[in-house]
């Protein structure tokens, strides 16, 4: 079946570095995959979304890496800031008709000052 | 934000009672979508709609059943809860291929 991987643990990283979290899967092709971001309590947000045909994706601070050969996707905050802080759900899709996504467990990102 | 509501935000409920939670949006989205967040197991997909009258099932509908009458609301039914779905449940809609997150509800059967 399916299954799709993100790191359970936190990652504690320090303000001003780059926060890099990963997403593998397996049993699975997807045609694009999405980065959502959840604050406690609230729904997730889109970030970003990158096609299995793009290498790289950039907006703002945020970039996002796709090797379909590995079968991973990073996602990288560059000069990180704690509202940084929050959960991180990779979510990979086939680009079926009902654009139904998959969604990993997510990684906590903690970025202290 | 894409406008979504949902109602109740909580709610407390007991075994074998029948629960319906409502989702609202204001933009016209053809496409909404249920999902149930637990540790452990991340979001999955309860049902879809793909517009009015039209739905289909998810990763996890057994238990569970939907209807959309009106393009703006998409309705959850539990038809007799259990404690297996205690849950915070997530409705979204989708533009092109961005979703879109009501703020959830949190559901304890007990």
């Known amino acids: 079946s399916q299954k799709i991987e993100q790191n359970s643990e936190a990652l504690n990283i320090q303000e001003g570095k780059t926060a890099t979290l990963t997403c593998n899967y397996t049993n699975y092709s997807p045609a694009y995959l999405q980065w959502y971001r959840q604050d406690p309590g609230r729904g997730p947000v889109f970030l970003l979304l990158?096609?299995?045909?793009?290498k790289e994706k950039r907006k703002e601070r945020l970039k996002v890496t796709f090797d379909t050969t590995l079968k991973q996707s990073l996602f990288h905050i560059t000069a990180s800031q704690p509202a940084d802080s929050a959960t991180y759900l990779c979510a990979p899709s086939r680009n079926n008709a009902g654009n139904m996504l998959t969604f990993g467990g997510g990684t906590r990102l903690m970025v202290k000052p | 934000d894409a406008g979504i509501t949902q109602s109740p935000r909580h709610k407390v409920t007991e075994t074998g009672t029948p629960v319906t939670l409502r989702c609202h949006q204001t933009?016209?989205?053809?496409?909404m979508y249920w999902y149930r967040q637990d540790p452990g197991h991340g979001l999955r997909l309860i049902h879809y709609?793909?517009?009015?009258?039209?739905?289909d099932k998810g990763e996890v509908s057994d238990g569970y059943s939907v209807s959309r009458s009106k393009t703006e609301d998409f309705l959850l039914t539990l038809e007799s809860a259990t404690s297996s779905q205690t849950s915070v449940y997530f409705c979204?809609?989708?533009?092109?291929?961005?979703?879109?997150f009501g703020p959830g509800t949190r559901l304890t059967v007990l």
């Open positions: 979204a809609s989708r533009r092109e291929d961005e979703q879109f």
């Open positions: 933009e016209n989205h053809r496409y």
């Open positions: 709609s793909y517009g009015v009258k039209d739905t």
């Open positions: 990158i096609r299995e045909n793009e």
